[in-house]
């Protein structure tokens, strides 16, 4: 059973939008923190931002201004708005969700920036 499960990637030109998605499932609860991670082609995985349980928001210096992260507790689900996005965007973005010293990763929602 996945236990993270992403949606909302895609193609898209440079400079627009995609909004991917995050689902946990009902077996993950009480989490602590929900990120998103970018591994670009043939590059390590780096963290783009995440949110923790009381709302607070980190943001990567590439990510910063173009990129908006939120959460719906109720429905156990993470959002990442990605604005103006640029060719350096394309990859696949992992969803990770923290409970205590626990953690799941979601299998990736792949984005192609491409004119």
């Known amino acids: 059973q996945k236990q993270l499960v992403e949606s909302g990637g895609g193609l898209v030109q440079p400079g627009g939008s995609l909004r991917l998605s995050c689902a946990a499932s009902g077996a993950i609860s009480s989490i602590n923190t929900m990120g998103w991670y970018h591994q670009a082609p043939g590059k390590k995985r780096e963290l783009a931002t995440f949110?923790?349980?009381?709302?607070?928001?980190h943001y990567a210096d590439s990510v910063k201004g173009r990129f908006s992260i939120s959460r719906d507790f109720d429905k156990n689900t993470v959002y990442l708005q990605m604005n103006s996005l640029k060719l350096d965007d394309t990859g696949i973005y992992y969803c990770?969700?923290?409970?205590?010293?626990?953690?799941?990763w979601g299998t990736g929602a792949p984005v192609t920036v491409s004119s």
């Open positions: 949110i923790s349980d009381n709302g607070s928001t």
């Open positions: 990770r969700a923290v409970r205590g010293v626990a953690e799941y």
